[in-house]
């Protein structure tokens, strides 16, 4: 049975500094890309980050510069480090795991299988 845990979040004031854990296992084939997902309250879903088995990443331009996804597949575990927090991340972040398409990796929710549970992370001012 695939499953995702995501750990690491809580509360920081703005320009404070959080990583993210999400350990996963269970597959049958190991996912391509793995993803970093954050919803805040009333808005929707949003790619933040994603790495893919070669060690590509992506970021959103809202976080660029400030986090920076990595993995260490020995602990199979997806990570995510935030600096510079701001209080527009205040959101719940959630790890995904997929196949992507055409070997690509995109930070488009509908095109990840599994998703963990999240982690909220709150930015105070």
């Known amino acids: 049975q695939v499953q995702l845990v995501e750990s690491g979040g809580g509360s920081v004031q703005a320009g404070g500094s959080l990583r993210l854990s999400c350990t996963h296992y269970g597959y049958s084939y190991s996912p391509y890309c793995m993803d970093w997902f954050r919803q805040a309250p009333g808005k929707e879903r949003e790619g933040v980050a994603v790495?893919?088995?070669?060690?590509?990443?992506l970021y959103a331009d809202s976080v660029k510069g400030r986090f920076t996804i990595s993995q260490d597949n020995a602990k199979n575990t997806l990570y995510l480090q935030m600096n510079s927090l701001q209080s527009e991340d205040t959101a719940m972040y959630y790890c995904?795991?997929?196949w992507g398409t055409g070997g690509y990796c995109y930070m488009m929710s509908g095109q990840y299988n599994y998703w963990g549970q999240g982690t909220q992370v709150t930015v105070s001012l």
């Open positions: 790495i893919d088995a070669g060690g590509l990443e």
């Open positions: 995904a795991a997929g």
